[in-house]
């Protein structure tokens, strides 16, 4: 059996389109249906005048995932291309079987975890997830925020792609992986029963990592299965309602390409005013707190510089 498994013929550069043909385009199918409840969350909370949308920071989270869209679907086919690539290179490539969804599912969340804990922990990957984290509120429009260079991760699930699993049991996993975050992004659905909360990453556990107070900062990074984040101790449970945002937040609310950009242009402003590579180095891949903290003490120390001795 197992041997008839990992025996799969290669797939053919000029029959990419079997394998785009044969991975449902599920988050295109889902967004009719995402934009119709985010619709009915706005009406729920305008009704019950609950603070939990904006204006022109919705308008933002709709421009940024319309451009995600259009990023996505640009930048497919080479992706395709890549990944069918690797698959023809392994000696044990696995065949079509809908049931490896399950331990590929498993081992794409895992990878998951750990580009998302990198993606808060350096400046440069930073970049790219900080468009998820610059809404100051939290609701179902808030899943729309993705960079539009979040792409660039694709290295962190090169492991996924090794493995031998079948192109279109990695591209339907990758679109399900996603679909699965758009629910937990909503003040709505409080806590769920104990088991689900110890093993999904669920609305309230989801609710922590959004949260910009210290204790929460860096936490719950699983994006299906919250059990990664209690076995590497990066776990926090909701306590107090979180206050959402980062630490710094942007103005130009409704502005994609500010939210998109903003912090990749600080990066480059940094990087050149900085002296020595060692420090260049820092502010581009050093951890996004320690760089605000060393920008907060060198601002402290030029007005020190600048008050008038008495």
Same mark, same amino acid.
């Not at 409840?37 to 005048?49: D, F, G, N, R």
């Not at 299906?224 to 449970?237: A, E, G, L």
């Given at each position: ?98 049931? @490896?969804? #399950?331990?590929?599912?498993? $081992? *794409? %969340? ?6 998302? +804990?990198?993606?808060? !922990? ?43 699993f079948h192109p279109i049991v990695f591209f339907t996993v990758s679109q399900l992986a996603v679909l699965f975050q758009f629910?937990?992004?909503?003040e709505y659905i409080k806590k769920l029963p104990r088991w689900v909360e110890y093993i999904f990453a669920t609305p309230s ?18 994006? @299906?299965? #919250?059990?990664?984040?209690? $076995? *590497? %101790? ?6 107090? +309602?979180?206050?959402? !945002? ?20 600080d990066i480059v402003r940094d990087v050149k005013s900085a002296k020595g590579w060692r420090n260049k180095w820092f502010y ?27």
């Amino acid at each position: 059996m197992l041997e008839s498994l990992f025996s799969a013929p290669v797939i053919p550069i000029d029959q990419l389109w079997t394998v785009e043909r044969g991975a449902p385009n599920l988050i295109l199918w889902a967004v009719p249906a995402m934009i119709v409840l985010t619709a009915i969350e706005m009406i729920v909370t305008y009704i019950q005048e609950k603070p939990y949308y904006d204006k022109w920071e919705t308008v933002g989270s709709v421009l940024v995932g319309l451009g995600s869209l259009v990023v996505g679907a640009g930048v497919k086919l080479g992706l395709l291309y890549g990944v069918v690539w690797v698959y023809n290179q392994l000696p044990w490539r696995m065949e079509l079987q809908w049931w @490896t969804l #399950i331990p590929c599912y498993l $081992i *794409f %969340d895992f990878c998951s975890y750990w580009a998302h +804990r990198v993606s808060h !922990g350096q400046r440069f990957w930073w970049a790219t997830h900080v468009v998820h984290h610059s809404g100051e509120h939290y609701n179902l429009s808030v899943s729309f925020r993705l960079s539009w260079i979040q792409n660039l991760k694709i290295i962190f699930f090169v492991p996924v792609a090794l493995i031998g699993f079948h192109p279109i049991v990695f591209f339907t996993v990758s679109q399900l992986a996603v679909l699965f975050q758009f629910w937990v992004h909503t003040e709505y659905i409080k806590k769920l029963p104990r088991w689900v909360e110890y093993i999904f990453a669920t609305p309230s556990n989801h609710r922590v990592h959004h949260g910009s107070q210290e204790k929460y900062i860096d936490k719950n990074f699983g994006a @299906t299965f #919250i059990f990664w984040d209690r $076995i *590497f %101790d990066t776990y926090q449970p909701e306590e107090e +309602r979180p206050i959402y !945002g980062i630490t710094t937040n942007i103005d130009q609310k409704a502005n994609p390409f500010h939210i998109n950009f903003h912090e990749l242009s600080d990066i480059v402003r940094d990087v050149k005013s900085a002296k020595g590579w060692r420090n260049k180095w820092f502010y581009a891949f050093g951890s996004p707190i320690k760089v605000a903290q060393q920008k907060q003490r060198m601002t402290e120390l030029r007005v020190e510089e600048t008050e008038p001795v008495a």
